[in-house]
């Protein structure tokens, strides 16, 4: 008996402490979150709120989360990129100016960029270039003038039609200025998409694929996504490994596509483009937005614009270019095909809107004598490209919004 | 440095300092309330909830290619 005691104490696992492991886990946690809280403040300059750049919306798809922690993209209280804050009720004796878009407009970044202009501010887009030169125009003299930037990346007529139908119809817009062409006109078109349904309007927006797991899907991974990205929204700790884990499972896609590539078919010939039938089937399908907007426009008596958005991509030739802008042009793929059919686009978005007698601003001829840096990548402006884009605005529909202040007095 | 993004230099930071934990606790400068068990329990934990994370985020980046997210993901 007294021979076995020894061996059997030197058997003996030691009991876990669990309030130990417990309380271990908890401190771990807490320096962590205080530390990811420090970070991001150094990193934006302000308290963590939330690393998520969008809400869900019931129509329209997303809105910019007002509660977006980025030391350049500042949100208001109503999902608007801008420094001010606005209220849904028109104030008395207010011009008011509703831009509609997509990245374009809310001055987005592509991955290949002039870093040199680092990122575009909210003090730096169209609509606040825009607002200062009707504010110092004497025909406006007495107006309070405001310039919103309701702006959502990669929105495209269906999401801005259906945005500007529920919602921003009712903020009492004098003015409604559309952006946003380049989501619908960008992309090249081939024979058969058309028929196919997979040209640019007729698929589904990829946040669209992200809402139906999120929200409809009832599966258990859906269940833990739900859960850590509801946790995100309340920790810094979480918030960052959330972002860590998408780059991380991102890379990990692209290297496994990387190293499948030389196992694809390669492409049997170069793909023809869309056929003209198609490419009015095409048109004909963006108008049904379109007419739609301007519709309930006209009903609400609203006026209402369109821009025509142009492409880095399709202006060598037509733009003289910035060394800048050369070396950006660099990377991008273009073919004669491409910028055919971007041109032709342009020419049916011209002809089915003036047959709309809704007007269009179209920077495309001013861009003919810019040598100047105006894009900062394949498609957004730098901050003076900004400004120059307001200014072509401003000149083009100044009298119809004169027209506005004269019926209302 | 990335711009949409956290920047660069952040993960780069929080695995030196784990590295430099690690070191302080192999050398004894830093002391544990744990027993050595206690700690691999504690890190099984934490590597379990962070595996979760990475292998939902990893099934979702399957099903929807990065390719897409010009604008950055959700």
């Given amino acids: ?409 | 440095m990335h711009i949409d993004r956290i920047p660069l230099w952040l993960p780069l930071l929080v695995v030196a300092l784990i590295v430099g934990l690690a070191l302080a606790w192999r050398r004894g400068w830093l002391k544990l309330p744990l027993t050595q068990q206690e700690l691999a329990v504690t890190l099984k934990i934490l590597f379990i909830l962070g595996s979760v994370m990475v292998l939902v985020t990893l099934r979702n980046a399957i099903e929807l290619p990065a390719g897409q997210f010009i604008y950055g993901r959700f």
Avoid at chain 1, 136 to 159: H, Q, T
């Fill in chain 1, 1 to 409: 008996m007294a021979a076995s005691e020894p061996s059997s104490q030197a058997g003996a696992i030691p009991g876990i402490r669990w309030a130990r492991v417990f309380a271990a886990l908890a401190a771990l946690l807490l320096v962590l979150e205080a530390l990811s809280q420090a970070l991001i403040y150094a990193y934006a300059g302000k308290p963590f709120e939330s690393l998520s750049p969008y809400r869900w919306s019931a129509y329209g798809l997303v809105r910019n989360n007002p509660a977006l922690t980025s030391p350049g993209f500042e949100i208001d209280r109503s999902g608007f990129r801008s420094l001010n804050e606005y209220q849904k009720q028109k104030p008395a004796g207010t011009l008011r100016v509703l831009l509609l878009g997509g990245s374009v407009l809310y001055s987005g970044l592509a991955g290949v960029r002039l870093d040199q202009y680092g990122r575009v501010s909210s003090a730096q887009t169209i609509a606040p270039y825009l607002e200062a030169l009707l504010a110092a125009d004497p025909l406006f003299a007495g107006y309070k003038i405001e310039v919103i930037n309701s702006a959502v990346n990669f929105n495209r007529i269906v999401e801005v039609s259906s945005a500007y139908l529920e919602e921003y119809l009712h903020w009492q817009p004098d003015l409604v200025i559309v952006f946003g062409s380049i989501n619908n006109f960008y992309w090249f078109r081939r024979a058969g998409d058309f028929a196919a349904g997979q040209t640019t309007l007729q698929t589904r927006h990829p946040f669209r694929l992200e809402f139906e797991r999120l929200v409809n899907e009832q599966s258990l991974a859906a269940f833990i996504e739900r859960a850590w990205r509801t946790g995100a929204e309340h920790s810094a700790m979480l918030a960052l490994a959330s972002k860590g884990s998408v780059v991380l499972a991102d890379r990990l896609v692209q290297l496994s596509q990387t190293l499948a590539h030389p196992s694809r078919r390669p492409p049997t010939a170069a793909p023809r483009p869309e056929t003209a039938d198609e490419a009015r089937a095409y048109m004909q399908l963006y108008a049904s937005y379109a007419d739609a907007m301007i519709a309930a426009a006209r009903r609400a008596k609203q006026d209402i614009a369109f821009v025509w958005e142009p492409a880095l991509i399709h202006s060598e030739g037509s733009k003289p270019l910035s060394d800048e802008e050369r070396s950006l042009l660099k990377s991008l793929d273009q073919t004669p095909e491409k910028g055919a059919q971007f041109e032709a686009s342009r020419q049916a978005f011209h002809a089915l809107l003036d047959g709309a007698g809704a007007p269009v601003v179209d920077p495309t001829d001013a861009l003919k004598t810019t040598p100047e840096t105006v894009f900062i990548d394949y498609v957004h402006y730098t901050p003076d490209g900004n400004r120059f884009i307001a200014s072509i605005v401003y000149k083009q529909l100044r009298a119809l919004l004169a027209a506005k202040v004269k019926d209302k007095k």
